[in-house]
């Protein structure tokens, strides 16, 4: 099922989670505004795409989308050409810095809105220690995300777990890749099949993956479904899916009580380890309220900044700035670039 799945990974943080997702095969191309940056991934030239003219984007959104609005029809080429046809496509980014975090939201939304394609997401909240301006861009980039209609699942990594960068990146691919190995655990009591893994990654809303050993309990795996590496759950006991491949005796109660109840389940039986994958779960909003809120109270610092810093801040709820000039339609491609971007820009 991987070859069916591609994923485009956009910025630094979005490189390095597709470095690891591509050493488990599965098809990655790599886009960024800073050629240093692409430079610096051991991978075929052909996987690759610098946007034009672009220089890095130093945390700047608006940037982003600028060069990419510019630059469009050639990312358009570059996703057919590196990927082609596929069933179903992740983009990875970190919402905190200016290329991955500005360019993704539209492109997600012009692929599934205007290509039709379905496409989830796997992204990363900033740390506490992450400076302010990456939060600006986090708080800015999770509202666009959730304005989109016709997104999948969204992954939502979080910097502010426990571990370090490099140890949640190995970790997130750990536990995204064994979503795949359901194939292997295919007995008479009862089967784990695509169509059910792709309802999981289909379903709109964020996503959840947690495993743990079977000799352990339900009360690890929820632990490990709360606090690992991901984005805390809202906790309004609201799953649609939940994929369990499990060896350990599950407390179906438990699990109501401490994560909440699901409309449908899909199960097999797993000698390795158990997982559970959950989806349709209510995006984070908890956790970007205290976002928003360390902003608000660094609001003063801001404030003192350049004016244009200010008026970000001011009117943080919504991305208004128009300072674009509109490009001219390539009658070629037949894509209206300005209507792409007109929510965006
Ligand atoms: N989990 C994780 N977070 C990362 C990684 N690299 C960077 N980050 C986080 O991502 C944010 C910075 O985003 P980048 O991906 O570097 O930014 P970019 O998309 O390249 O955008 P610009 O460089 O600003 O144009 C910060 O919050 C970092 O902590 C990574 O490999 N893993
Ligand atoms: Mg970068």
Redesign the pocket.
Known sequence: MKDKIGIIC?????G??GFLLKNENFDVCFI???KG?LDTLNVDDSKKYHITNGL?????RTT?KQIAKKDFCNINEFLNKSLGEKDFYYIV??T??????GISPVLADILTTHFNKKVGLIT?L??NK?TLQ?HINAYECVQEISNLKNICSTFI?D?NQKYN??H??EKFVKLFNKIFDYKKYETNKGNIDEAEVLKLLETRGMINVATCENNETTSKLIENIKNDIFAPLENDGKIKYLGLSKGIKFDEDLFNKEIGKYLDKFENTNKEYTLAILSGLTLPFKRVKDMKDKIVEEKEIILSFEKQNQKQLEDIDFLTKKDVIDEPNTEKEKINVNDLFAQYL
């Open positions: 956009i910025g630094q943080a979005g390095n989670l960024n505004s800073s940056d890095g984007c130093a945390k700047d982003a980014f970190s905190g810095g200016g290329t991955g975090s990363i900033p740390s992450d990456a990594i910097n960068i490099l949640i990146n």
